[in-house]
């Protein structure tokens, strides 16, 4: 049997669209009353969106299906017409290190390793963030002093601000961002949005930011109701 090999030969990946898409277990629910489930929604590269979810709608279980987790749901999901379930393991690390990045909820940090080793082992696979860059980011978002500790003897908040630098360490067309502003305070959450938004701008990507209730201010081109 053949397997399929698959690089994407363009520059950019456009267009997420969700075709009435459905966790499996919320299957045998009648009218969920979402503004992402069981519709026909298009996501759309250089835009901002908020996705608003009271816990356990399926905030977190969004993004996994995007970047490739899970595939537990009905309906299908298309990148630029392309149905991702007919993607190899090759096209997900191909799209995981050029298109697609994430912020994590849980933030699959390494405990064992400092605040600056978490970053650069990501920055590392393809070198596209300079030094200065990512040295500029820790000292706005306050953590410059902590570069050298290990992770597992930091607050959660400050792990947040971590994650943001190594999900930014890295080509994108789409950023999720899954409750990233969880454990921060205004002014943290502040800078965090401007750094993410000054990313995104210079990459020309889409944001997809989730939030339960506290999220980051920005001006969204859509809000969405889970």
Request: include cysteine; hydrophobic fraction near 40%.
């Amino acid at each position: 049997m053949a397997f399929r090999i698959f690089f994407r030969t363009f520059a950019d990946m456009n267009e997420i669209h969700l075709e009435h898409v459905t966790p499996d277990v919320f299957a045998d629910r009648g009218n969920l009353g979402s503004d992402v489930w069981q519709q026909d929604l298009t996501l759309e590269r250089g835009k901002t969106y908020l996705v608003e979810a009271a816990s356990g709608t399926g905030k977190s279980s969004l993004c996994s299906f995007l970047y490739g987790y899970r595939d537990d749901y009905q309906g299908r999901i298309l990148f630029d017409g392309e149905d991702i379930r007919r993607y190899g393991r090759a096209d997900w690390v191909n799209l995981r290190q050029k298109h697609m990045s994430q912020l994590f909820q849980e933030l699959r940090l390494f405990p064992e390793m400092t605040a600056w080793e978490n970053v650069a082992i990501k920055n590392q696979l393809m070198e596209y963030q300079s030094r200065e860059t990512i040295e500029s980011w820790f000292e706005r978002l306050g953590i410059a002093a902590c570069r050298n500790k290990k992770l597992a003897h930091m607050s959660f908040g400050q792990q947040q601000r971590v994650g943001l630098i190594r999900a930014l360490c890295q080509p994108f067309d789409f950023l999720l961002a899954d409750e990233p502003v969880s454990h921060l305070d205004e002014d943290n959450s502040r800078v965090m949005g401007d750094i993410m938004r000054e990313e995104a701008d210079r990459q020309g990507a889409a944001l997809i930011i989730t939030s339960i209730g506290k999220h980051i201010d920005f001006e969204y081109d859509k809000i969405l109701k889970l």
